[in-house]
């Protein structure tokens, strides 16, 4: 919510933050004073990798959502654009137009149905699937004996991370100077100077012309350069590019010290890092061991000794 806060206004999705001290009463209140309508999106406030971002279908959904995930997150109008892209962009502070290191197209993790095969059957002859197959098999408990008809597409992801099996698909032939001036504007307005936007768009040449787009995610220090993985580097193409960007954070950092924005100390930073990484393995294990399914059920049965929150895992 932070980030959203200094982006310019619809440039993000409508947005509300939810914090675990809200009922599930007030939960329906500002879901219905913000004019939503479902579907919606929700993710935590503070997360990684996509952990815990859910397409929320009703007010059940919403609710069991709400009840699992003891943290703050973000419910917020789902954007219904066919194009996902990542933009990792840096400007130094005393220049005018920085540079748009890499640009990459996502796509869902998916199977398509042949008419004879189970969900199961077809997640099981999947190769892209093969290392995260108990974590499908408890997101789509209620579907796994399902027969997909011949051609039928089906998205076993929403979210389009590369750790929850999203595909990265290089778009560095479409960098160019109509596409620099957005996100030198965007810069320019949130003093943004490093960092990946992740964004829907209707097209890319859209995204160019600055309409019909939506900014999901801007990560700052801490983002990783999506194309890294999107454009077929060696393993030590890809340890250069993230050594540069590394390098440009770095000369970034100390710009901008000169003009008395400080440092954090060691300390400080530290301390962000452990708490970090304590709510990241929080999420981590609601992500693989909790869905959200449909109306008529809160919780899946299935693996029902490996899907029980224990309130000690929470703490």
């Not at 924005?261 to 061991?289: T, V």
């Amino acid at each position: 919510m932070e980030m959203y806060s200094l982006l310019p206004a619809q440039t993000f999705p409508k947005s509300i933050l939810i914090t675990p001290d809200n009922s599930e009463i007030e939960v329906e209140l500002l879901f219905k004073a913000t004019n939503l309508s479902f579907p919606v999106a929700v993710k935590p406030d503070v997360g990684r990798m996509g952990l815990m971002f859910r397409k929320i279908n009703c007010i059940e959904e919403l609710l069991t959502y709400h009840h699992h995930i003891k943290a703050d997150y973000i419910l917020q109008e789902f954007v219904d654009l066919p194009v996902e892209v990542s933009v990792f962009y840096y400007r130094f502070p005393d220049e005018a137009k920085g540079t748009i290191t890499g640009f990459v197209k996502k796509e869902h993790l998916s199977v398509t149905g042949d008419g004879i095969s189970t969900l199961d059957g077809l997640m099981r002859n999947d190769s892209r699937i093969q290392f995260r197959l108990d974590e499908m098999r408890i997101k789509h408990a209620l579907m796994l004996h399902h027969i997909l008809p011949y051609g039928e597409k089906y998205v076993l992801s929403d979210a389009l991370n590369l750790s929850r099996g999203g595909q990265l698909i290089s778009l560095e032939h479409e960098k160019d100077d109509r596409l620099l001036r957005i996100f030198d504007d965007l810069s320019h307005t949130g003093n943004f100077y490093f960092g990946r936007y992740d964004i829907k768009c209707k097209s890319i040449n859209d995204l160019k012309e600055g309409k019909n787009y939506s900014i999901l995610e801007f990560n700052g220090s801490g983002a990783e350069p999506h194309h890294v993985y999107g454009n077929g580097n060696s393993f030590l193409k890809a340890i250069k590019i993230l050594l540069d960007h590394w390098g440009i954070l770095y000369r970034i950092s100390v710009e901008n010290n000169r003009k008395n924005i400080a440092y954090w100390e060691f300390d400080r930073g530290l301390r962000h890092l452990q708490k970090a990484r304590k709510h990241i393995q929080k999420l981590r294990k609601l992500e693989f061991s909790t869905t959200i399914v449909s109306a008529n059920a809160r919780v899946s049965k299935v693996h029902e000794k490996d899907l029980v929150l224990r309130e000690y895992e929470l703490t």
